[in-house]
């Protein structure tokens, strides 16, 4: 059972930074893609970034300069650095997994690990 569990949000300013973590359990033979999105009050959750474990990365635009995704595969984490923050950066920001090309123990889930896991989410609030 894939389990997320995002840590790192919290109140800051205009202009700070902060730095989710996201620590993946539960799955040990599969490769994955993970990525960060996020869900401002009254909007649709939207895609922030995404890295492979190759480290191909894609940035959703508002991303694009200001935050940075990596991964650290030995520890099953990934991590989003995001500077200049801005209030529109407002929201709960969830980490994601799909993963793929399984074997060993997990074979026999790799259908269901096809579907993106998620997290509970970690909430952001940035003050202008």
């Known amino acids: 059972q894939v389990q997320l569990v995002e840590s790192g949000g919290g109140s800051v300013q205009a202009g700070d930074s902060l730095r989710l973590s996201c620590v993946a359990s539960?799955?040990?033979?599969?490769?994955?893609?993970m990525g960060w999105y996020r869900q401002a009050p009254g909007k649709e959750r939207e895609l922030v970034a995404l890295?492979?474990?190759?480290?191909?990365?894609e940035y959703a635009e508002p991303a694009k300069g200001r935050f940075t995704i990596s991964r650290d595969n030995a520890k099953n984490t990934v991590y989003l650095q995001m500077n200049n923050l801005a209030a529109e950066d407002t929201g709960v920001y969830y980490c994601?997994?799909?993963?793929?090309?399984?074997?060993?123990?997990?074979?026999?889930?790799?259908?269901?690990?096809?579907?993106?896991?998620w997290g509970q989410g970690t909430l952001v609030n940035v003050s202008s």
């Open positions: 890295i492979t474990r190759g480290e191909r990365i």
């Open positions: 539960g799955v040990a033979n599969c490769r994955s893609k």
């Open positions: 994601a997994a799909k993963y793929y090309y399984c074997s060993g123990s997990d074979a026999p889930h790799a259908a269901a690990y096809l579907e993106p896991s």
